[in-house]
Every structure is written in C-alpha cells, then in structure tokens.
C-alpha cells in the first residue's frame, strides 16, 4: 500500500476545533478535490463539507470521518476546545444508545 504524505499543518502539536475548517480545506485543496468530492471520499453527506468549512460544527460520525480522512485523532481537536464539553455529552449519549440497544439485542437472543 502506498504511503500517504501529509504537507499541513503540524499535527503533533495540540489543536482545537476551531482549525478544523482550515484543516478541511486545505487537504481538500492539497488533495485537488471539490467540496462534493471531498465528502464522497470521507462518506459524509456534502452538506457537512459547507457547514464545517464555514466554520459549523459536525456530528460525532461526521467528525470521527472527517479526522480519519485527516489522519488525525480525534483527542487531537479536542485538547483545548471550547466545544470539548459539549462533544464529551454527545459521546457519552451515543455511547449510552449502542448500550441500551447492545443489552436490548441481547434479552432477546435469550
């Protein structure tokens, strides 16, 4: 497999996710890509492509596409985010969801 090489910014320091938007546009102008082409390589909807990039927040699969598609974790944009709270409510509901629906699977495969 072919090695991908990164020319952006410096990933090893912390970041936040107010650079998400430049971080997305940057790869997609690195990568030659259109804004529609960019969301079918990360499989998100095209529309989460213009929110982000105009500075809006995606959802949790959204986001976890979008730093996957960057090489990046996720803890990276959330070191000093403002939105750090707001985003750990988010998992832990999602994560509160596959739970419930992982134990409601499971009483009826009793």
Request: hydrophobic share 40%; proline share 3%.
């Amino acid at each position: 497999m072919k090695e991908r090489q990164r020319n952006r910014i410096n990933i090893d320091a912390l970041g936040s996710l107010d650079q998400l938007p430049a971080m997305l546009k940057a790869e997609r102008a690195r990568q030659g890509l259109t804004q529609r082409a960019a969301a079918e390589a990360i499989g998100i909807h095209f529309s989460t492509i213009c929110r982000v990039e105009k500075g809006g927040w995606p959802d949790a699969p959204g986001l976890l596409a979008i730093a996957a598609w960057l090489d990046v974790s996720i803890g990276w944009f959330t070191a000093e985010s403002e939105q750090r709270d707001a985003y750990r409510r988010g998992w832990d509901d999602c994560a509160a969801s596959v739970r419930a629906a992982l134990d409601g699977r499971e009483a009826s495969d009793q």
